[in-house]
T-cell receptor, first 111, second 117 residues
Framework: GENVEQHPSTLSVQEGDSAVIKCTYSDSASNYFPWYKQELGKRPQLIIDIRSNVGEKKDQRIAVTLNKTAKHFSLHITETQPEDSAVYFCAVSDSWGKFQFGAGTQVVVTP | EAGVVQSPRYKIIEKKQPVAFWCNPISGHNTLYWYRQNLGQGPELLIRYENEEAVDDSQLPKDRFSAERLKGVDSTLKIQPAELGDSAVYLC???????????????FGPGTRLTVL
C-alpha cells in the first residue's frame, strides 16, 4: 500500500521567513496531492492541491511543487505570519479516491 | 452551501459502553470517508463509501466497529463496546469521485471528539 512520510515534524520560523515542508510517497499510481491546514480543535482545511500533470502551483503566499520521478512534493509558505501557525498535513490519493495522510508538521511562527 | 455536518461534537463515555457518530456529507457528494485522528497524528482511514457501498473497510476493526450508509447519503459509525484506546477525534469527509477518473477535493467535517474513561 501507499506510504507517506512527512518532514519535519515541527518547524519554528520567524515571522516573515519562509517555511518548507516535504512529503515523500511510494505508489507511482498516485496522482493527487493536497495539503491541509489544521488549527487546534478545528477540522483540516484544504489550502492547496496539485495533480500529477502539473509540476508547480502557487496561490498567493503558498506554493506546492511536485517531483513525480523522485516521488516527493513540498509545501512552501513565504512571508510567514503568526496566523500561519498550525499543523499542516500532506495527503496522497490515486484515481480510486483513496487518501493516505502524512503524520503532520507543527508550524510555529514567532513574531 | 452547507459543509460536512457531524454530531455529536463531543462524547464522553465509560469503557465497554456503545457510542455512535453521525455524518451528513456535502449535498451531491457520492464518496464518504470515516477517519480516526489520534493526538499529534494525521487522519487514518477507517472506511470509505462510494454511494451506499463500502469499497474500503480494510482498516476498520470489525470486532467492535461498524458503519452504515443505507441510502447513500448520511452515515453512522458505531463502536461497541468502546475501549480506552478508542479515545480520538473521528472525522467524516466527503468528495465527489468519478470512478476511475480524477479524484476531487475532500472536505472534512468538524469531527467528534471521543473520550473513553
Amino acid at each position: 500500500g501507499e506510504n507517506v512520510e512527512q518532514h519535519p515534524s515541527t518547524l519554528s520560523v520567524q515571522e516573515g521567513d519562509s517555511a518548507v515542508i516535504k512529503c515523500t510517497y511510494s505508489d507511482s499510481a498516485s496522482n493527487y496531492f493536497p495539503w491541509y491546514k489544521q488549527e487546534l480543535g478545528k477540522r483540516p482545511q484544504l489550502i492547496i492541491d496539485i495533480r500529477s500533470n502539473v509540476g508547480e502551483k502557487k496561490d498567493q503566499r503558498i506554493a506546492v511543487t511536485l517531483n513525480k520521478t523522485a516521488k516527493h512534493f513540498s509545501l512552501h509558505i513565504t512571508e510567514t505570519q503568526p496566523e500561519d501557525s498550525a499543523v499542516y498535513f500532506c495527503a496522497v490519493s490515486d484515481s480510486w479516491g483513496k487518501f493516505q495522510f502524512g503524520a503532520g508538521t507543527q508550524v510555529v511562527v514567532t513574531p | 452551501e452547507a459543509g460536512v455536518v457531524q454530531s455529536p461534537r463531543y462524547k464522553i463515555i465509560e469503557k465497554k459502553q456503545p457510542v455512535a457518530f453521525w455524518c451528513n456529507p456535502i449535498s451531491g457528494h457520492n464518496t464518504l470517508y470515516w477517519y480516526r485522528q489520534n493526538l499529534g497524528q494525521g487522519p487514518e482511514l477507517l472506511i470509505r463509501y462510494e454511494n451506499e457501498e463500502a469499497v474500503d473497510d480494510s482498516q476498520l476493526p470489525k470486532d467492535r466497529f461498524s458503519a452504515e450508509r443505507l441510502k447513500g447519503v448520511d452515515s453512522t459509525l458505531k463502536i461497541q463496546p468502546a475501549e480506552l484506546g478508542d479515545s480520538a477525534v473521528y472525522l467524516c469527509a466527503s468528495s465527489l469521485h468519478r470512478l476511475a477518473e480524477r479524484t476531487d477535493t475532500q472536505y472534512f467535517g468538524p469531527g467528534t471528539r471521543l473520550t473513553v474513561l
